[in-house]
């Protein structure tokens, strides 16, 4: 059995890389769609079949947690899939199975507060003075998910959203470090004019631009602190697995990688952050057990 890490494409591997050195013993199927990369521009809808789908396909190759390494997926399906399809799931599989999202830990990590602490309501709402700026897809910015959750436990913070559509899938495909620049600076240029401020703090909300961190921190002012999601994921995950020995998550140490896409060299810009050529193996339909 394994842990599960599933993301549109190669950004998940950022969260990926956290995990495995925060359980390396683990035995770990990572599962990118790029036949059906960007998911930020999807529909709702979309977005909600395409990862059950492949949640569905790393439960079939023996995953038994699957970690939603991205955050579109994370904000637009995770809740969907939860109360619907995932509730059924679980009473007919035969196995304890769950899905996580990347989102909890990243607020945990942004508010300074666990999960279930929400504010209590008390008079006139404090004056904003902390201002939080997060960078993420079409669909992340619109589904609202980080006003919303940091609005119930952190008053004294205001968070804007800057979407970036785009950006994920010329990650995707290798744009080169110019155009990246280009469109990060444009971006981060686009976020202070709607604050009237530069952010005090930063947020990558979608797990491709981890990639290219280093440019968002040249885009914005010097020092500016960007809130990273591998760590928080990683301990957020290390954490669950000790509270729930339950889930068999394997401990040979096995790494897979699959891709619902052609099973091509990534990019340069992929294998630079990955440290080594990295080929994924053809993933099409639900297979049984691919680290078998
Ligand atoms: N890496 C994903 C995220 O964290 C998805 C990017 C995309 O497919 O648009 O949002």
Not at 31 to 58: F, S
Not at 106 to 126: D, F, Q, V
Request: hydrophobic share 40%; glycine share 8%; net charge neutral.
């Amino acid at each position: 059995m394994a842990i599960g890490v599933f993301d549109s494409g190669v950004g998940g591997l950022s969260i990926h890389h956290a995990l495995v050195n925060r359980l390396p013993q683990a035995d770990f199927i990572y599962l990118a769609d790029q036949a059906n990369t960007p998911y930020g521009d999807k529909t709702g809808e979309q977005i909600v079949e395409l990862t059950r789908q492949g949640c569905e396909t790393l439960f079939d190759a023996g995953a038994s947690l699957v970690v939603l390494a991205c955050n579109t997926a994370s904000a637009v399906a995770l809740r969907r899939l939860q109360s619907t399809w995932l509730a059924q799931f679980r009473k007919t599989y035969g196995r304890p199975v769950n899905v996580l999202g990347i989102i909890v830990p990243t607020i945990e990590a942004a508010t300074g507060l666990p999960w279930e602490h929400e504010a209590e309501r008390r008079g006139p709402k404090i004056e904003k003075l902390d201002v939080i700026g997060i960078f993420a897809t079409r669909a992340t910015a619109n589904s609202r998910v980080y006003e919303i959750e940091i609005d119930k436990r952190r008053q004294d913070l205001a968070v804007f959203t800057e979407p970036c559509p785009g950006l994920a899938d010329m990650i995707e495909q290798g744009a080169g470090q110019e155009a990246l620049k280009a469109k990060i600076e444009a971006h981060v240029q686009a976020l202070r004019l709607r604050i009237g401020r530069f952010p005090d703090r930063a947020i990558l909300g979608c797990t491709h631009y981890e990639l290219v961190a280093e440019l968002f921190r040249a885009a914005l002012p010097e020092g500016t602190p960007i809130i990273h999601q591998p760590p928080s994921v990683a301990k957020a995950l290390g954490d669950y697995v000790t509270r729930h020995p339950d889930y068999d998550i394997g401990n040979s140490g096995r790494r897979a990688f699959f891709t619902t896409g052609a099973p091509k060299s990534q990019s340069t810009l992929i294998e630079a952050f990955w440290g080594a050529p990295l080929t994924f193996e053809a993933v099409s339909t639900a297979p049984r057990s691919l680290t078998a």
